[in-house]
């Protein structure tokens, strides 16, 4: 009585928080989630630097005050260097610096001149640094996405363990009440000789599978980490059924894959496998900088010119094993991204199947609800010749097959999410989550 009083207390508390309060709530506390969102943060910073190659790094590079003192005179020193640098663009380091200095001895300021500069390496492939961020991209993409969709169907799961396992409990529980009841019938009824010891062996066999069906309920339900109302289960039932509603063709969802950030990650490997293999003779080639420069004073300028390189004429097999390494690289990109596509496609064939006997089970579980339903009527119809046992048996029968029928259309929708995921789909952002 005191814990039901409790319950109706806490209620109005529980009915506050809805299925996605609780999916945001566990998105705070998962490890797998927060640890893909900081490595999709610094990927997406990566990528968004690229973007921003026109924006010059400005600069104060070793900004220096001297002081010395020298027959008791003070002398001090203020070094002021500025720079104003655009890094790789298109391979090529542009720069424009110049530096002031102030020494309280001359007590005057001179600078070094306004110095423009370039220079490029020329092999520079920074196209390929630039795809590899991409790919970081994609991959941090598809974690951080496989996080949020996890939370989405674990809490589901637990959300609707939690109702699930608690009325099986109810229900199994009374079971056993009932058939305890029986035995004792049975043992006062061999005592008078109506009834065999066969027929009190065999119901305490009963009893104890019950038992045993019991103690597995109790550990299940257990192991749900916390009590969810029925309002709870029930926002979440519309939810999924709502989301789930409209699936693509078999033939759709098989193209739709290859949008997956995963893919485009394995694809975008591919490629830089590809421009390495294409460019592995530059292992054996020395990869010289040009660089130019023009220096204004104030009595003239000065124009230079460089070209600088360094080369290995002798080594221990580094770039043969390099050259090698990239021809072999590019094969193994290649049956990376082939072999992706091909689970995938079994993947989605997998998950329709799955859905079809989903499916199934469930018609199957709505037949068995309604000769359950239709045995209760016949039983209740005739009551003056019915036991109260077998009754009450009937009642306990058509509960479980609604109970159990729950639990089919459960499974048909989270056969359906589990396309879903396999689609790349957020789910928490199709459901109206953030």
């Known amino acids: ?21 609780e999916v945001q709530n566990n998105l705070q506390t998962d490890v797998n989630y927060l640890s893909a969102k900081l490595s999709y943060e610094e990927a997406a910073f990566q990528v968004q630097k690229d973007k ?28 002021v260097p500025f720079s104003i640098t655009f890094s790789d663009l298109a391979g090529f380091n542009f720069s424009i610096s110049n530096s002031w200095k102030y020494s309280s001895s001359d007590d005057k300021w001179s600078d070094s001149g306004w110095t423009f500069s370039v220079s490029r390496s020329l092999f520079s492939n920074f196209d390929l640094d630039q795809l ?7 991959d941090t993409s598809w974690k951080l996405l496989s996080a949020k969709n996890n939370v989405f169907v674990n809490v589901a799961n637990e959300v609707f363990n939690s109702i699930y396992y608690t009325e099986k409990l ?11 009841d029986q035995v004792e019938e049975l043992r006062k009824a061999y005592e008078v000789g109506s009834a065999a010891f066969e027929d009190i062996v065999n119901a305490q066999k009963q009893v104890q599978n019950l038992v045993l069906q ?20 029930d926002e979440m039932m519309n939810r999924l059924r709502e989301l789930t509603s409209k699936l693509p063709a078999e033939q759709e969802a098989l193209e739709a894959t290859k949008a997956r950030y995963d893919v485009q990650a394995s694809y975008i490997a591919f490629e830089i496998a590809k421009r ?13 900088t040009f660089s130019a420069g023009m220096t204004l004073k104030e009595d003239g300028y000065s124009v ?14 580094e770039r043969a094993h390099n050259y090698r390494t990239a021809q ?30 989903a499916e199934i089970s469930k018609r199957l579980a709505e037949l068995d609800l309604e000769l359950k339903k239709i045995n209760l009527d016949r039983l209740s119809k005739k009551k003056e010749f019915v036991s109260t046992h077998d009754l009450e048996t009937a009642t306990l029968d058509v509960e479980e097959a609604e109970l159990e029928l729950l639990k089919s259309e459960f499974d048909l929708l989270m056969s359906k999410v589990n396309l879903l995921t396999i689609l790349g789909i957020d789910l928490i952002e199709a459901v109206g989550g953030a």
Do not use: C
């Open 328 to 357: 072999e690289s590019l094969n193994l990109q290649r049956v990376i991204y082939e072999e992706k596509l091909r689970n995938l496609e079994k993947a989605v064939k997998d998950a329709y199947a799955s859905i079809r006997i």
């Open 276 to 288: 390495q293999s294409d460019r592995a003779y530059q292992t054996w080639l020395p990869n010289p």
């Open 304 to 317: 230079s010119l460089g070209f600088s390189f360094s080369y290995n004429l002798l080594d221990r097999g």
């Open 52 to 79: 921003n190659v026109l924006i010059p790094y400005v600069s104060l590079d070793k900004f220096s005050f001297n002081t010395s003192i020298f027959d008791n005179a003070t002398n001090y020193i203020v070094n």
């Open 214 to 233: 019991l103690e597995k309920v109790r550990q299940a339900r257990f192991s749900v980490s916390k009590d969810y109302p029925q309002t709870v289960l």
């Open 170 to 180: 109810h229900i199994t529980s009374r079971r056993l009440q009932l058939l305890s």
């Open 132 to 138: 590899q961020n991409q790919k970081n991209l994609f």
């Open 1 to 21: 009585m005191l814990r039901r009083v409790l319950l109706l207390l806490l209620l109005p508390v529980f009915a506050l928080a809805s299925f996605l309060d």
